[in-house]
């Protein structure tokens, strides 16, 4: 089940209750205490609802606000860098798209394109190719980590693929570690991927660049192209320039 569905039926179900316990949405939702614990954090930061020990209860003057934006303030520069990705990728391509939140939106405008074969290990990405029959989707299998697979067989069952076109979301990219992930299980399936790719986009977000996460994937100069939002500073577009990685900020924009 997804974050956000787990935010509605807690918010729900506070409404008709009033209070609720941790260990009863654990129950309800099949999910460790941990996971709702973090829930009820972002819900409280929101003004929703006042936890206590062992459970929260509803603030009475809360005012609604989408579910979407509860957990990513990112919307608008996601979507820009889908739009750009959009103009990156032709009808009959193969391609994969590995776990990533702006890469699920990615998949959402790709969606419309036709013949398309589509090798992703994100069920959010795969779910937004269910509805366009005019597109093959592969998923790969391997251990389900929330809304994505890894581990050993999704490793090994990259060995049969080859593809044109790779998007890689990355969590952080700076000049001196190169790109990272949060887990080690992303960077291995990564790793291997790009051993299967012709052309490798690295996809970030502008607000993510010259931090750091805790997996280095590798060096940036993998890259082909570096699809990012048109915030990104022209400190790391120069140096992206002098690596000659062809540099997308927007739709209108392709720097080189």
């Known amino acids: 089940m997804f974050a956000i569905e787990r935010i ?94 702006t890469n699920v939106y990615i998949a959402k405008k790709l969606a419309t394109k036709r013949n398309l074969t ?5 069920l959010r990405v795969a779910l937004e190719f269910s509805d366009s029959p005019n ?28 593809f044109k076109h790779l998007f890689l979301e990355v969590d952080a990219v700076n000049k001196h570690s190169g790109m990272m992930v949060s887990s080690i299980s992303k960077a291995s399936l990564i790793q291997k991927a790009v051993q299967a790719a012709e052309i490798i986009s690295v996809v970030c977000l502008a607000e993510c660049i010259g931090s750091n996460s805790l997996f280095r994937i590798g060096s940036i100069d993998i890259a082909d192209k570096f699809l990012t939002n048109s915030s990104l500073d022209n400190t790391y577009k120069d140096y992206l320039f002098d690596m000659n990685i062809q540099v997308y900020t927007s739709v209108d924009v392709y720097e080189q």
């Open 135 to 162: 597109n093959n989707v592969i998923l790969l299998g391997g251990d389900l980590h929330e809304h994505a697979v890894y581990g050993q067989l999704a490793i090994n069952n990259m060995q049969f693929f080859s």
């Open 8 to 101: 509605r039926i807690i918010k729900n179900h506070l409404m008709k209750e009033n209070k609720v316990s941790v260990a009863r949405l654990s129950e309800l939702l099949n999910v460790t205490e941990v996971t709702i614990r973090r829930d009820l954090e972002k819900l409280e930061q929101k003004g929703f609802l006042q936890r206590t020990h062992g459970g929260a209860i509803l603030i009475d003057h809360y005012e609604e606000e989408p579910a979407e934006e509860l957990f990513d303030r990112y919307t608008t520069q996601r979507q820009e860098i889908a739009d750009t990705a959009f103009h990156l990728v032709s009808d009959n391509d193969m391609i994969m798209i590995t776990e990533g939140m």
């Open 118 to 122: 589509v090798l992703t290990n994100d």
